[in-house]
Each structure stands twice: as structure tokens, then as C-alpha cells.
């Protein structure tokens, strides 16, 4: 069978706002114009984003600091909009709004680059968001005929960030096919992979054309041999996903739901292609969009623990790479929302690893007072509400 399996779903995650308590309705407010007016501050910070010289020249700081108070502005009204303020958008949309404050004091205290460099890794937030909606839109075009944009790269990355992805895929399309006369750098063209296979499995949601499509690049001789056996994988791991029965997650109840993730979840022979960078890519961006449907179309569910636990292990894996990571988040949430959960303890023991990895190098591991601190709350969180043993 070669449908849609997630056709389904994706009808269901429009009809998703529906879900909201008419008292909370009065509180929200559309959601676009707010989104029009975050994408437009964006786009104007955008040749200054581009160009590490001009972000730093003092001569620009006046105007940079109006654009980044007006973002901050944007961004905290964005916690009034309504499609974001259910789950599994509020997160990305909290996310959002404490990078942006964040941008706001490193540049006051001079630190530039960095705030650059967190400027540019914000659009994968944008991305973490917009790419669950799974829809579309033009709204970047109307700005194009006045751009004068710095690559195609930089070009195509906006175009990612503000939806219009089938745009963003021509683009992503036309650098893999110049590689390597255009100049584009390794970590570039591989990124360029990543939207594409993104684009078919989180946004258009048709794994037959992922096949077609990751068939090609496996062979796109041009292009380093690694990436050449990960669109190999990704072409597989399409290829048996275009095999699957269609699933409506609406009529699923929890047990088959956890019975139809866990078998997701499981290796399979694309899996283990060992050629390949990172062959299960498709494996997780599948198994987060399903998980993020399923919050939505069952907000009350009793395996929100376990979602949550699952979704940070596909965040944890997919990496920064592909959008910011939530990981760590969605660890926190199953640890202090759900502590007398057995879930809960696996929950604090993979957010303690990532910790203390955050805090290990080279030089052996240093994990600050405060840091420590709240470990331990959060593990006398769990351990006084866990069931007693017998
Ligand atoms: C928490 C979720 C979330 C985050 C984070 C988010 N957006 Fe959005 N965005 C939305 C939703 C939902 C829509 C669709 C609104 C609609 O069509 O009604 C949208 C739409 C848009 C649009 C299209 C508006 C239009 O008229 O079609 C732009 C532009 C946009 N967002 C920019 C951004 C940028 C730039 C960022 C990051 C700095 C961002 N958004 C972060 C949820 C989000």
C-alpha cells in the first residue's frame, strides 16, 4: 500500500484548536498577526543576522537594539495566541520567549556574537513549531522582489523558518544540485539534507515521495559519500513507512497507541545501516510529529508521562540539528507534572545524563552548586511520590 499513513492525523491537527475551553478562548487573541509581526522584525534583523560584521559595527547598535526590543515585544505577546497555547506548541512558544530575553541581555552586555549566534539558532525554534502545524505558508514571498540575500543558503533558511516550504525545498534542491561548484560548506549541505527529509516527513507527510526523492540524492555522486548512505537509509526507512496501514491516532485508545509507538520505535534493517551518519533520522521525526498529533488530539491523555518521555528521546537523537531540542524540557515536564509516575524516575535518570554531560569535558566535570541543587529537588521530587515497595 503506498497511502498516506498520516493523512489522517493531519486533518485531525487542524481541527485541533477546538480543543480549547471556551473561557480560554476570550483570553487568546489570532494567532497570525502576532506571527506576522515576530516574521517581520526577523526579516529586518535578517541582513544583520547574516553578516557577522555588521552585527557587531557600533554603528549599528542603535537600530539593533530597537529590532531586538521590538522581537522581545512580539514574542511575549505570542503567549496570548491561540494556536500555540496548547500542547505541544507551549513549549516551543515558552522556549522561544526565554531565548529572546536571553538575546536581549547578552547583547546589552556587549557580548555580540553570541547574540548572533543565538539569533541564528532561533530559527529552529520557529522550525520546532511550525513544522507540527504541518501546513504552509506564502507569507515571505511579498518580501522577496526587495531582498538582496546574502546566499542562497541564508535565503533558503528563512524561507524554512517562516513555513513556506515549498519554496524553501526548490532552494534547498538547487544548492545539493550545484554542490560543490556553489561553495556551500559540508555542514551546510548536510543541512540541506535534513530540510528535505524534514519536509517530507513532518510537512507534506508522504513517505512515497520521500522514497522518490531520497532515491535520487542516494546516487547524486557529487556529494560526500556519508550523505550519500543516509538519504540511502532514509529512502528504506520511507520506503516501509509507505507500507504501513493509514492510522486514525483519533480512534486510537492509549494501549494501542503505546503498542503502535513501541513498534515505531523498534530497530529496524534501515536502522542499522552503519555507513550512514545518522540512519534513524526518519524513524524520530516521524515518531515526534505522531506524538505531537496525539497531545493534541488527546489532551487528557494518561500516558502524557510517557509521551513526554518519548518525545525527548526522538528531540535527544534528531539533535539541534534539525530543530532546537526540547529534550530536556520535555524531561522537566514529566519529572514535576507527573513525579508520582513510575515513568517519572526513567524521566529524572536521562535529564540527570544530560546534565552532567552539559557539564563534562575534557578537563573531567564541574557542575555548578545550583545545578546540583535542583537535581536533587527534582529527585526528592520523584522518590517521595513513587509508590511504596512492598
Ligand atoms: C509556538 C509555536 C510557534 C512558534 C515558536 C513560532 N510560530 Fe510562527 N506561526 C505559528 C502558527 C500557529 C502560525 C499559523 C497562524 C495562522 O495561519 O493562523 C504561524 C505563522 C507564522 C508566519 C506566517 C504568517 C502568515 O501570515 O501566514 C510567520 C511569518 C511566522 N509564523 C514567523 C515566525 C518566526 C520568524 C518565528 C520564530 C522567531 C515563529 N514564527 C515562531 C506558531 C509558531
Known amino acids: 500500500m503506498t497511502k498516506v499513513s498520516l493523512v489522517l492525523i493531519f486533518t485531525v ?13 476570550n483570553k487568546f487573541q489570532p494567532t497570525k498577526p502576532i506571527m506576522n509581526d515576530i516574521g517581520e522584525t526577523v526579516y529586518r534583523l535578517l541582513p544583520y543576522v547574516v553578516n557577522e560584521g555588521r552585527f557587531v559595527d557600533p554603528k549599528n547598535d542603535p537600530e539593533l537594539r530597537v529590532l531586538l526590543k521590538k ?70 514571498r511579498a518580501l522577496e522582489p526587495n531582498t538582496k540575500w546574502a546566499s542562497d543558503f ?13 519554496k524553501a525545498f526548490e532552494l534547498y534542491d538547487k544548492m545539493i544540485r550545484g554542490y560543490p561548484g556553489n561553495k556551500l560548506t559540508t555542514l551546510q549541505l548536510e543541512t540541506a539534507f535534513e530540510r528535505q527529509a ?20 542516494q546516487t547524486a555522486s557529487q556529494v560526500p559519500e556519508f550523505l550519500q548512505n543516509n538519504a540511502k537509509a532514509w529512502a ?48 524520530y521525526l516521524k515518531v515526534s510529529t505522531v506524538l505531537g498529533d496525539y497531545l493534541q488530539t488527546h489532551p487528557n491523555t494518561k500516558l502524557k508521562a510517557q509521551i513526554f518521555l518519548w518525545l525527548a ?29 513510575p515513568v517519572a524516575v526513567k524521566c529524572y535518570e536521562e535529564y540527570e545524563t544530560s546534565t552532567m554531560a552539559a557539564y563534562s569535558g575534557s578537563a573531567g566535570s564541574f557542575v555548578p552548586d545550583e545545578v546540583n541543587r535542583e537535581l536533587k529537588r527534582l529527585k526528592a521530587l520523584v522518590d517521595k511520590k513513587q509508590p511504596k515497595k512492598e
Open 313 to 341: 528521546r526522538c528531540d535527544r537523537a534528531l539533535n539541534n540539528n534539525f530543530f532546537y531540542s526540547l529534550a530536556d524540557i520535555y524531561l522537566r515536564e514529566c519529572i514535576m507534572r507527573f513525579s508520582d509516575s
Open 198 to 217: 524534514a519536509y517530507f516527513v513532518k510537512v507534506k507527510r508522504t513517505p512515497q515521495n520521500g522514497v522518490d526523492y531520497m532515491a535520487k540524492l
Open 13 to 25: 491537527c487542524l481541527g485541533s484548536v477546538s480543543t480549547l475551553k471556551a473561557e480560554d478562548k
Open 71 to 140: 522581537l522581545s515585544e512580539n514574542v511575549e505577546k505570542a503567549k496570548h495566541a491561540v494556536q500555540v497555547g496548547v500542547e505541544p506548541f507551549v513549549y516551543s512558544r515558552d522556549v522561544l520567549r526565554g531565548h529572546v530575553r536571553e538575546v536581549n541581555r547578552v547583547f546589552t552586555h556587549g557580548n555580540k556574537s553570541y547574540a548572533r549566534w543565538m539569533l541564528q539558532s532561533m530559527f529552529n525554534i520557529c522550525s520546532s513549531c511550525h513544522t507540527q502545524l504541518g501546513t504552509e505558508s506564502s507569507w515571505a
Open 236 to 283: 528504506g526507512l520511507f520506503r516501509d513507512w509507505s507500507k504501513e496501514k493509514p492510522v486514525d491516532l483519533r480512534a486510537m485508545n492509549e494501549a494501542q497507541f503505546r503498542k503502535y509507538v513501541e513498534e515505531q520505535l523498534a530497530p529496524g534493517l534501515w536502522d542499522k545501516l552503519i555507513d550512514a551518519s545518522e540512519p534513524r533520522v526518519i524513524t
Open 154 to 166: 541564508d535565503q533558503a533558511e528563512f524561507f524554512f523558518a517562516t513555513r513556506d516550504y515549498s
